[in-house]
């Protein structure tokens, strides 16, 4: 544990205490160090604790708009902790490192995540009073939703915000070749689309990562096998995957039958947040390219597709956002929930309301 600076542009609320710590003893990850800035509130209602998109090594991004809401939040009442990690957290294996090589898995490097916030919510420090909670955007939010059904995480967590996330509800669907179908979204019976937020309508969205110069080749650096060749993540020359590869990225995805708890009965509440629809859905002018729209309305379906009207968290909400800016902008300028509520605001509520 070592003092850190946090500049406020580079995406860190201002007046808070930086701290830079590794996080060791994840058995199948190599140490990793990670940098959180804690913002106080007092009295505090709680501690939300925020996990940026992408590889995680930015305090705030353009999907997650971290920043804003930590500053929302702490404004409420709420003591904040940002994060961000020295390199990937989803890759087990840290370039440069002398640690002892291990398989790739972002399941094993979860633990990562899963582990900060465990310290995080023991720490009188950081996590003095109230609820606690979390955000994570994208694949911030894959961290949180690991953290939550593998390691434990909803014995303790009062309530998480998954913005575009998570992104691994099934690495399998994302990766196979050749490619399997299109993912139902919200549709007849699905759990927790009618909301207080709206009634979320049904769409389909391809599960596959896409876009090899962001997306895609992120995937592959952090599950391993390359660009080519059958262990390679949808790869570019349309390789049937092997039988093992594809058993891989089932074993490592969140939803898999190896394990897992979603018996989120009477435990943490829960929102997620998905840009809704084909290209013409999102702020005009921001998708229909290369890399929108990307499988994030697919990841999170599938993932929010294992609650039931039986089996669900304490509070559960399932929201299709119109008008997004770009690929996951649900925060966006334009986005807004099935009843109008500007994406931003809906989701502040959510966090406020249910971070008690």
């Known amino acids: 544990m070592n003092p850190a600076t946090c500049s406020p542009d580079q995406g860190w609320l201002s007046g808070g205490a930086c701290t830079h710590y590794k996080i060791t003893g994840c058995a199948n990850a190599q140490d990793l160090g990670v940098t959180i800035n804690y913002v106080p509130a007092s009295p505090s209602k709680g501690t939300i604790v925020f996990f940026s998109g992408g590889a995680g090594t930015s305090a705030t991004t353009s999907a997650g708009l971290e920043s804003t809401f930590a500053g929302a939040y702490n404004l409420a009442g709420y003591t904040t902790v940002q994060t961000a990690w020295d390199d990937d957290w989803e890759l087990t294996n840290i370039p440069g490192s002398n640690q002892p090589p291990v398989p790739p898995s972002i399941l094993a490097a979860a633990c990562r995540p899963a582990t900060l916030m465990y310290i995080i919510s023991k720490s009188s420090l950081y996590h003095p009073s109230g609820a606690m909670c979390a955000q994570g955007a994208s694949a911030g939010g894959g961290g949180v939703a690991y953290a939550l059904v593998w390691y434990g995480a909803k014995s303790y967590l009062t309530n998480a915000e998954l913005p575009s996330a998570p992104p691994f509800a099934s ?186």
């Open 171 to 356: 690495i399998l669907k994302g990766c196979k070749v050749p490619n399997v179908g299109a993912v139902t979204i919200c549709g007849s019976g699905q759990y927790g689309c009618n909301n207080e937020y709206g009634t979320t309508g049904s769409w389909s969205n391809l599960p596959q990562y896409i876009d090899e110069s962001l997306y895609l080749g992120s995937v592959q650096e952090w599950v391993g096998g390359g660009t080519t060749g059958s262990a390679s993540c949808n790869n570019i020359g349309g390789t049937t995957t092997s039988s093992a590869a594809n058993q891989n990225w089932l074993n490592t995805s969140i939803v898999n039958p190896s394990g897992g708890d979603f018996d989120f009965e009477n435990y943490t509440s829960m929102a997620i947040w998905a840009c809704a629809g084909p290209a013409s859905n999102y702020q005009p002018g921001t998708c229909g390219n290369v890399h929108c729209p990307n499988n994030s309305g697919a990841e999170a379906g599938w993932f929010g597709q294992q609650f039931s009207s039986s089996s669900h968290p304490t509070h559960y909400a399932f929201t299709g956002i119109n008008g997004c800016n770009q690929e996951e902008g649900v925060s966006g300028t334009d986005a807004t929930t099935p009843n109008g509520m500007a994406g931003m605001t809906a989701i502040q509520q959510d966090m406020m309301t249910y971070c008690q």
